[in-house]
């Protein structure tokens, strides 16, 4: 059973760049795509990008300019850097499998658990 | 880019009711819509895919139907379990949730 683990640190000062990781366990990160959503406190989801286990890209046109996701085969890890952070940018950071491709879309059915990151001074 | 818009956005029902939400996509989506459901402090869950297709392992009160710019999340019997915020989703964007609460 795959499962996904985010890890980072929980704290990031403003105009820093905020780096999490997700862990795939249980499974490959091969054939699937990988997103990163987060959610602020008491509000709705925000997809933020995909990878591909190839390594192409897919972005949030909102945070295009500030995201970089990259993927580590050998270590089966995710990875997102968000740059420039402000308190706009505290919420829970998800990532998620994703069933897709060019042609189909069976929705993200493996989520981690979600790890809390708070933009302050 | 595509914008997703549920409708209600809180919903007052009791155990046992018939629930219903819908989405609305400002262009058709085909049936590449999904809906999750999201208890506090918990990460989405995966209820529907395709519109229709039930995720494995959801009860079969769960029930997705629509294509193109219209689509609906209908909960034939709520069950306690089931008071959460509901969500569709259509690649990289999520509708703004639906909040079900016990009446």
């Known amino acids: 059973q795959v499962q996904l683990q985010e890890s980072g640190p929980g704290l990031v000062k403003p105009s820093e760049t905020l780096s999490l990781t997700c862990t795939v366990s249980?499974?490959?990160?091969?054939?699937?795509?990988w997103s990163w959503i987060r959610q602020p406190p008491g509000k709705g989801l925000e997809w933020i990008g995909y990878?591909?286990?190839?390594?192409?890209?897919n972005y949030n046109p909102s945070l295009k300019s500030r995201v970089t996701i990259s993927v580590d085969t050998s270590k089966n890890q995710i990875s997102l850097k968000l740059s420039s952070v402000t308190a706009a940018d505290t919420a829970v950071y998800y990532c998620?499998?994703?069933?897709?491709?060019?042609?189909?879309?069976?929705?993200?059915?493996?989520w981690g658990q979600g790890t809390t990151v708070i933009v302050s001074s | 880019d595509i914008q997703m818009t549920q409708s209600p956005s809180t919903l007052s029902a009791s155990v046992g009711d018939r629930v219903t939400i819908t989405c609305r996509a400002s262009?058709?989506?085909?049936?590449?819509l999904a809906w999750y459901q999201q208890k506090p402090g918990k990460a989405p869950k995966l209820l529907i895919y395709?519109?229709?297709t039930l995720e494995s392992g959801v009860p079969s009160r769960f029930s997705g139907s629509g294509s193109g710019t219209e689509f609906t999340l209908t909960i034939s019997s709520l069950q306690p379990d089931d008071f959460a915020t509901y969500y569709c989703?259509?690649?990289?964007?999520f509708g703004q949730g639906t909040k079900v609460e016990i009446k």
């Open positions: 262009q058709s989506v085909s049936s590449w």
């Open positions: 989703q259509r690649y990289g964007t």
């Open positions: 395709k519109a229709s």
């Open positions: 990878i591909y286990y190839s390594g192409s890209t």
């Open positions: 998620a499998r994703e069933r897709r491709s060019r042609d189909y879309d069976y929705g993200m059915d493996v």
């Open positions: 249980g499974g490959s990160i091969s054939y699937y795509y």
